[in-house]
């Protein structure tokens, strides 16, 4: 099973004077949480994590990057959906990945097109608070997919 976690940005980042791969700008709370998963070497090998950003749109955790101060607003999202949508199309079926997983606030969720025909699962992590999402992404980065199937809802719902 292969899966794609799509993660959004976070206002907390690192200050470097220099461009830095994607996961060493952020430090948000998420991304500590997949740190911290990737420093215990208990991150699966079959996810991969690209992030959505407010200023960059779609890209790789390995991806160089400056700091930057750009939030997530309605007039960005549908500026860069398209391309957005686009871009996961390709990295989908150039990866040919089982499952999408989502975990968006909802101004990033905008900035998600229709992927109802994705030949993918594609789910967003749900909860009510930043814990309880925290606590699903731990859980599906460390390869408890019960918490996959139990803890997600499908997009077609949602996409929209």
Same mark, same amino acid.
């Given at each position: 099973?292969?899966?794609?976690?799509?993660?959004?940005?976070?206002?907390?980042?690192?200050?470097?004077?220099?461009?830095?791969?994607?996961?060493? $700008?952020? @430090?948000? #709370?998420?991304?500590? +949480?997949?740190?911290?998963?990737?420093?215990?070497?208990?991150? !699966?090998?079959?996810?991969?994590?690209?992030?959505?950003?407010?200023?960059?749109?779609?890209?790789?955790?390995?991806?160089?990057?400056?700091?930057?101060?750009?939030?997530?607003?309605?007039?960005?999202?549908?500026?860069?959906?398209?391309?957005?949508?686009?871009?996961?199309?390709?990295?989908?079926?150039?990866?040919?990945?089982?499952?999408?997983?989502?975990? $968006?606030? @909802?101004? #990033?969720?905008?900035? +998600?097109?229709?992927?109802?025909?994705?030949?993918?699962?594609? !789910?967003?992590?749900?909860?009510?608070?930043?814990?309880?999402?925290?606590?699903?992404?731990?859980?599906?980065?460390?390869?408890?997919?019960?918490?996959?199937?139990?803890?997600?809802?499908?997009?077609?719902?949602?996409?929209?």
């Amino acid at each position: 099973m292969s899966i794609l976690l799509v993660q959004s940005c976070s206002k907390s980042k690192n200050r470097p004077g220099e461009p830095v791969n994607a996961l060493e $700008l952020y @430090s948000g #709370y998420f991304f500590k +949480i997949i740190k911290k998963a990737i420093r215990d070497d208990e991150l !699966q090998d079959e996810i991969d994590i690209c992030v959505l950003s407010a200023e960059h749109g779609l890209i790789d955790t390995t991806d160089e990057i400056s700091y930057y101060d750009r939030r997530m607003n309605p007039d960005r999202a549908a500026e860069i959906r398209d391309d957005i949508t686009t871009e996961l199309r390709g990295k989908v079926a150039e990866n040919d990945y089982d499952h999408v997983i989502f975990n $968006l606030g @909802s101004a #990033y969720r905008s900035a +998600i097109g229709d992927l109802s025909d994705l030949p993918a699962s594609v !789910q967003f992590i749900e909860g009510d608070g930043i814990g309880y999402k925290g606590h699903t992404l731990k859980q599906i980065i460390r390869g408890n997919y019960s918490s996959l199937e139990m803890e997600v809802r499908n997009a077609t719902a949602q996409a929209n």
